[in-house]
């Protein structure tokens, strides 16, 4: 545990010096231009911090909600990104220039998808809002290092090291306000209830969200997670929210019925990846028999004991549980992706590129379709192939690490020792394993075949990690 709080610490103490040498101006509010800036240095220490749940099927899916919301909130100033952190935490933040974290732990407490969407809709509205920005007492100015500080302590959460980190940004200067107030909240959720009308969706969702956050509350026991630390009030809040549903009910406003499926994959998934296995399945099988259940909460319960099978070499129990939920949802391609996982973990690679192939031509952008397809046709050896579709998911997911690894491998099949470190640099570099980048880049350029563009980015990592390097 110490050696754990001992890196996270230490990563954003280097951010915090990072920023602090490029020269850019050290004591001010933000602008829209700093406020970008800051929030690239933040995306790369969170990245070097956290473990990110950022295969192409999770990553896709939260994005896609995300940019629904951003479709019917307007003109941003920023690009918006967001991930899924694994995190037992019940945690969500906005950090400065359109980055949103969501804590696996968050997630695990939602129903359903207009629930992800309410939670969505009102971190872009503390962003759009520019409430962090803003946050910073005007009357005395604040230094990025200070921010940067106070971030870390935000996505920390509750405990020792995220109050020392915000203490440390007290030190430094001056606090930097990332509590939201009662007026910050009531504007983000004003901002994601007229949002969610736009798209359709029902913003009974937010009302279940406060709920859930109020009972939490209540049973904290003193201690709170962060999520709630930061965004107070949910008992006000709860009330205004109601208040503005009952208004729009005179009004006659209709919702649009929303389809779980993509919802409840995502969930399962997730929990099948960083929940204790027993526990996870005694939950499934109490929700299969559960009568009060719908019918889809209970074929994707299925979905999950098919991920746990999977994952345990019960390749016969995965493909029956699987098969149930294929039944009901024949129009589903991503189950047939998730199908060929089965069968080319079990050995049967005909039958998983079979699958995977027919997934891949129903619908060409997913790129979970593209990364299983890469990955049978390595399994099969046609290396060719599978760097073609490796480098499919590259040119769409360039910080996606995983995929780097698998370029290394394939690589070094074929000989090309130097390309081969190449990747591996990039991939140890985004997982935070600096030693390991640096050998691999050294390995690398001393290759008189590696071609010049990797060359090139080599020199430009090696900058980032000796900023990286310097103060630990």
Known sequence: MLKTVN?????????VMLFTSTGVQKSFALTVG?????GEKILFQVRL????????????YINKLGNQVLDVAGVQYFDYHFYVVKSSQFNAFAAPAGLVFFFSGLIEKMDDEDELVSVLAHEIGHVVSRHIATGIDQGKKVSIATTLLAVAGLAIGAGALSQALLMGSLAAGQAVNLHYSRTHEEEADRLAYGWMIKMGR??????DMLKIMRRITRYSMGNIPQYLLTHPNPEFRLDYVQSLIAYDEKKGVVFNKTDNFSFLRMKYRILSIIKDGRKLRNLLLSYRSDKSRSKEALIMSSYGLSQLDRMENNYDSSRKYLQEVIDYYPQKSILLTDMSMVELDSGNTEKALELVRESYNRNRNDMWAVYQYAKVWREMGDLKQAERYFKEILAFMPLYSKVYYDLGKLKADTGKSGESAYYLSKYFLYEGRLKLAEHNMQVAVTDPLLPDDMAKEIEKMRVMVARLKEDK
């Open 34 to 38: 700093e406020e970008r800036e800051l």
């Open 49 to 60: 911090t956290f473990p990110l749940l950022d295969d192409p099927d999770i990553s896709q």
């Open 7 to 15: 890196k996270v610490f230490a990563v954003f103490l280097t951010a």
């Open 202 to 207: 029902n913003p009974e969702s937010q009302v």
